[in-house]
């Protein structure tokens, strides 16, 4: 299906996300879509899916045929589908019902034919998903897929994926790939959003390129990532070197901690982790990582060994008492477990602080807000609610809320959803607040080059086994993914082998 925007606009109060864009794109086409956080990437595929709508004059096109798109049924009527960033499912029910929501036909409909209808398209891109599971015990990867089926069975011919590639393993971005290659093979339009150069120069046809809500450029293999950098800001963006840490007192003593779930066991991990120190978590998605971080949180009580908090014994206590000590933990999952959907930033930052009295002080909760958007450049106001954020500046509100005083930072996918140059800025606040407070940080990231590029030490997962602590320094990529797949154990040890 070729798809034609035309002199898109909109506003959101004061804030113009997209400035008069026109962009065309052929059918059996993979299209990027690049840009900062906040260039109006996911506002212009939410119109194009019907979930906002754009400002008058502007006109959506069709295989040539002009359509009016008031909601998500309108684009899936018309065959637009989009996955979204986090995606749109029900954890608690089973997969087989996710993959009925939103198909029409009434209240029962054939379940053996929709089965088979499931297992059929599953079958078709190698999915390995059972209809009977439950969608909270697959991965985001897995999530993805699902929904990708989803929309393929409710008829969608052009599929729209915001930023999906933030959160999930490398094998499953590498089956991910494979699957919208063939899909536009098949004579399907892919629109493909991202900030990660990587992943568009690897897959898309073209780029179109968004900068402050305007289509900027639009640039075709071989790609320059100079010139896409460029495009993006206006100016070249580079890493900088790797700042090693000044290490203080002891903040983190793991002594013999063993960890289980119903899947996993990890035995015997020992780690002293100094003020000041960043240590990386590395590991294909589900190898032990998240359990091992939210242990450290208080979210997940040890079977066995000791954990203790500048020197105070804290195993087996609850979360609050972690927090209490100056632990803060910052989730993947947003808007599920770190931001309230329906509150304010104001809302957030007031619950976030000690309380001061009986009665809340909202002006003072505001001038607090107001700081907190200016230090971490949020694109919002005190009184945007967390959900009308990109993924982008939500991350940033939820690295806002940090406590003061800190002593230890558990991060899952801390830059998940951002840009370069906002990924840079996050780090050097982070690192700024850790010498300020004597803390360190612990965080898990499915990119490897970040891993490397901030880790001090890092620590390597795999089917529940946990290396020895690793000098960042001294470890390629490629021999960080060796060891996540499973390879090169004996040479650099392992903590519970």
């Known amino acids: ?282 590991g294909l998605e589900g190898s032990g990582q998240g359990m091992f971080i939210r242990a450290c949180a208080g979210l997940v009580r040890p079977v066995g060994g000791k954990v203790f908090l500048k020197g105070r014994d804290l195993t087996g206590k609850a979360y609050h008492a972690f927090k209490h000590q100056g632990v803060n933990f910052l989730p993947a999952s947003r808007l599920e477990e770190g931001l309230v959907p329906g509150l304010s930033l104001t809302d957030h930052f007031i619950l976030a602080e000690e309380p001061t009295g009986v009665f809340i002080d909202r002006v003072a909760g505001q001038r607090l807000a107001e700081d907190r958007i200016k230090s971490f450049n949020i694109r919002g106001t005190p009184t945007s609610t967390v959900e009308s954020l990109s993924g982008g500046n939500q991350q940033r509100a939820e690295l806002a809320l940090l406590q003061s005083p800190l002593s230890l930072v558990l991060l899952e996918h801390p830059t998940r959803g951002l840009d370069i140059e906002s990924v840079i800025y996050i780090w050097s606040k982070l690192k700024d607040r850790c010498k300020q407070d004597g803390a360190a940080i612990i965080f898990i990231s499915s990119d490897l080059e970040e891993v490397l590029q901030y880790s001090d030490r890092l620590l390597v997962f795999f089917s529940g086994k946990v290396s020895e602590p690793i000098d960042a320094a001294t470890i390629s990529v490629e021999q960080l993914g060796q060891l996540i797949g499973g390879k090169g154990w004996t040479q650099k040890g392992d903590a519970n082998a």
């Not at 999930?168 to 959003?193: D, N, R």
């Not at 460029?230 to 903040?251: S, W």
């Open 1 to 282: 299906m070729n798809v034609e925007l035309k002199n898109i606009h909109k506003h959101f109060g004061k804030t113009y996300a997209n400035k008069g864009i026109d962009l065309t794109v052929q059918s059996g086409t993979i299209q990027g879509i690049l840009g900062e956080n906040g260039a109006g990437k996911s506002t212009l595929m939410k119109i194009l899916s019907g979930f906002i709508q754009a400002d008058p004059g502007g006109e959506i096109i069709l295989d040539g045929k002009s359509v009016v798109i008031n909601s998500p049924a309108d684009a899936i009527h018309v065959g637009v589908g989009m996955l979204h960033q986090d995606p749109l499912d029900f954890p608690p029910m089973r997969v087989l019902d996710n993959f009925l929501l939103g198909r029409s036909g009434g209240l029962f409909p054939n379940r053996t034919s929709v089965r088979q209808d499931f297992l059929n398209l599953a079958r078709q891109f190698d999915f390995s998903l059972d209809p009977d599971n439950y969608v909270d015990a697959l991965t985001v990867g897995e999530r993805q897929q699902l929904e990708i089926i989803r929309l393929l069975w409710m008829g969608a011919r052009v599929l729209i994926l915001d930023e999906p590639t933030t959160g999930i393993s490398a094998s499953q971005k590498q089956k991910l790939f494979a699957t919208l290659k063939k899909l536009a093979e098949q004579g399907m339009t892919i629109i493909f959003v991202s900030h990660k150069l990587e992943d568009v120069e690897f897959l898309c046809n073209q780029v179109a390129v968004l900068r402050a809500g305007e289509l900027v450029g639009m640039t075709k293999p071989p790609f320059e990532t100079s010139t896409l950098v460029e495009l993006m800001f206006g100016k070249v963006v580079t890493l900088g070197d790797r700042q090693p840490a000044k290490t203080g007192d002891t903040v983190l003593s793991l002594q013999n901690v063993s960890l289980e779930d119903v899947r996993l066991k990890i035995k015997n991990v020992n780690l002293d982790l100094r003020a000041g120190e960043v240590i990386g978590l590395a």
